[in-house]
C-alpha cells in the first residue's frame, strides 16, 4: 500500500553513477516516487541520456550532469548544475564506485590510489558539497552505496574492501554529526548483483557463488533501490547511522 510517508514528490535527489546497474535502477525508483533526479555519469553520456530518457517519458523530471566524482572541483560543479537546474539537493544517494579485483601480489599503489579516490574520496567530496544546504534548510537525506566486501574478509580485493569498510565508518559517524539538523544518513551493502560488473565471471565462478547465496541467485538491480528508497522516505524516519545488507543471505552480521 502506497502512503504519503513513501513519497518524495518535488525533492530533488542526486544520484552518483546513475547511468547504469544499481544507479540506473535507483534513479528510476526514485523518479517513480515523485522525485526529480539528477543523473551522474562519468563517461557513457548515452546511458545517463536514456535514463534521463526514461523518467522524462513517464513523466518525471530529470537531467544528466557529467562529473568524476574523484574531483572535487567536479563534484562543486556537479552540485552547482544540479541546483540550478533542479533546485537544492535534498536526497543524496553515493552510488558512483569502481572494483578492480586483484591478489595482494597484483594490487599497485595505483589500483589503491584510485579506488581509493572514487569510493571513498567521492562520497566526502559529494556530502560536503550539499552538507551545508542540508543544514541551512534542516533537511536532508543520504544514502551511501556500500558492499558486503566491508564486512568480511576479501584477499582478492583488499583496497576495494578496505574503501567500502570506510564508507561504512563515513556513514555512521556523518549520521552522528548532521543528526541535530534533521539530517539523516544510512548505508546499503549490496552483495552479488547482476549487473555488468561481472560480465566477465565466467559461468563457472558464478555458479560457484550462486551456491554459496543462501537465496540461490544474483540480486537484481531493483531490489538495491527499493532499499535505497525506503531509507531516503519517512518510511525510515527513526532509521539512521545502519548499514542495510542485501546480499540474499551472504552475510550474518553479529
Known sequence: M???????????ALVTGGSRGIGRAICLKLASLGAKVSVNYRNNKEAADGVVAEIVDSGGTAVAIQADVSR???VQRLVAETEQQLGPVELLVNNAGIFVPASHAETTIEIWKREQAVNLDGPFFTTWAVKEGMIERNFGRIVNITSIAGLRPRKNCIS????KAGVIGFTRSCAEAFAPHNIRVNAVAPG?????????VS???KRALIDSTPIS???KPEEIAEVVAFLLTEQSSFVTGQTYVADGGRVTLP
Open 217 to 219: 541467485r544474483f540480486g
Open 160 to 163: 576495494y574492501a578496505t574503501t
Open 2 to 12: 502506497i502512503t504519503d510517508n513513501s513519497k518524495l514528490t518535488n525533492r530533488v
Open 192 to 200: 552479488l548483483v547482476d549487473t555488468d560488473i561481472i560480465d566477465d
Open 72 to 74: 572535487e572541483d567536479d
Open 203 to 205: 559461468a563457472e565462478a
